[in-house]
């Protein structure tokens, strides 16, 4: 071989090199791209699906709670002294079961009279917070 046929061929193999790599550095960065574009969109398009639920779960929240207000606002201030007198005769029950010796009336009757108070008390909570 002359010399200009081992010069052609180095700088052939070096073209070839050089075209190569920036063949294969072109394909590396459009990849990322488009791989970087795509995961965004699925990325996208899952986080609107996850807010889509969570917006259908805030608003039947957002009813039930409505409804448990109108069932507040419903009642008028005399239901919670009646709970308050029917807590009151179910303590004097109890205190007379107690007499007759019949300990399980008696702790159920004190049962029931708390339940009453409880639900007595989240009337006048609501009263409260109404206020102010």
């Not at 699925?42 to 986080?47: K, Y």
């Not at 609107?48 to 008028?76: D, Y």
Request: aromatic share 6%.
């Amino acid at each position: 071989m002359t010399a200009i046929q081992i010069c052609a061929l180095i700088s052939i193999a070096t073209a070839t090199g050089i075209l190569y790599w920036i063949g294969y550095r072109g394909g590396l960065a459009d990849g990322r791209v488009e791989g970087y574009e795509n995961g965004q969109d699925d990325g996208f398009s899952l986080g609107f699906e996850q807010a889509k639920e969570q917006c259908a779960v805030s608003i039947t929240q957002a009813h039930e709670q409505r409804q448990r207000i109108e069932l507040l606002l419903s009642r008028e201030p005399q239901d919670r002294l009646t709970l308050l007198l029917i807590a009151e005769k179910l303590k004097l029950a109890a205190e007379t079961f107690k007499a007759v010796k019949s300990e399980t009336h008696a702790a159920q009757t004190l049962a029931l009279r708390e339940k009453a108070l409880n639900m007595a008390g989240a009337m006048d909570l609501w009263t409260q917070g109404d206020a102010a």
